[in-house]
DNA sequence: CTTATAATTTAGCCTAGGCTCAGTTTATAC
DNA sequence: GTATAAACTGAGCCTAGGCTAAATTATAAG
């Protein structure tokens, strides 16, 4: 039951919840550029059709959203070619996929299970720090000794 | 470097990604019910003018994040008064509260500093399965031995 | 080589959640 | 008890990211 000084300063608080904020904002750019590097490494070149289907939405709604990554520098395409990321989408895919495979690999170090892993780290990728994914290393290094 | 097995099924990781953007739009109403709760429990009542400098916007902002929470049934207010949780608001405070604590005391456990535990908490928490959580009070309970 | 199908885009709509600026209501201070 | 300050609301705008329906372009089949 919290008392009188169990409430943290208000702007504290506020620059917290504002930092969750913005890391939504990169969370869509981070899953897509992700999953564009999947598809070319894996089928040789990146579809919206594809796209659309893995992210779970509708073909317009991948297209715009790709129109976004293409504004903000993350991607290439020409009208109703296939995609592809430019340095800076290389960048942060890489950085991503290796946020999400420490995450994922930690869950699995902790005990929890591979379904569980591999749907939680999806979310949870987003929000840790760099302190707490150097943490989740040192975990994983004491758990495959 | 991944081969052609290594894509998981496309129908699998829509469901993932799908279940991601599910637990988004619940974040907001999780963080405003607990915030309230939390003003409640300290200052003996929750006010727009503190509920909006904790989350870090505006007063207009919140006030419309606070009429849709009343339009779903978490709060009740009258225009220009305190702010009051209803049962369903109080049910899903104390579960976000819980959440956040296990979450919160997990990455203490784990050797993350306070502070980093402080805010990767706030944004982790609503990515965190049932099965995870159960796996974070294991590891809790151990380190407390 | 034409026709049918598949992929992509465009247009238009919706909700959430930000913002500013202006107005209203409530509380406070003389 | 009235003036000022603080709290709250309302109007209007913006972006992101969902959707459907319809048009366009590219590809495949006969």
Redesign the pocket.
């Given at each position: 039951m919290p008392d009188e000084d169990s409430l943290p300063e208000a702007h504290e608080q506020a620059a917290r919840?504002t930092q969750v904020?913005e890391a939504?904002?990169t969370?869509?750019?981070e899953d897509y550029v992700e999953l564009i590097d999947d598809l070319i490494r894996v089928n040789g070149e990146a579809?919206?059709?594809?796209?659309?289907s893995r992210?779970?939405?509708?073909?317009?709604?991948?297209?715009?959203?790709?129109?976004?990554l293409q504004?903000?520098g993350f991607i290439n395409?020409?009208?109703?070619?296939?995609i592809f990321l430019t340095d800076q989408g290389k960048t942060l895919a890489n950085e991503s996929r290796l946020r999400h495979e420490i995450v994922f690999n930690f869950l699995l170090a902790i005990g929890v299970s591979r379904d569980a892993a591999v749907r939680d780290s999806e979310g949870m990728e987003h929000h840790v720090s760099e302190e707490t994914l150097k943490v989740f290393e040192k975990v994983i290094r004491q758990n495959s000794k």
């Open positions: 919840f904020r939504h904002k969370e869509a750019t579809r919206l059709v594809d796209v659309a992210m779970g939405v509708t073909q317009p709604t991948a297209s715009k959203t790709l129109a976004r504004r903000d395409s020409e009208p109703y070619r296939s």
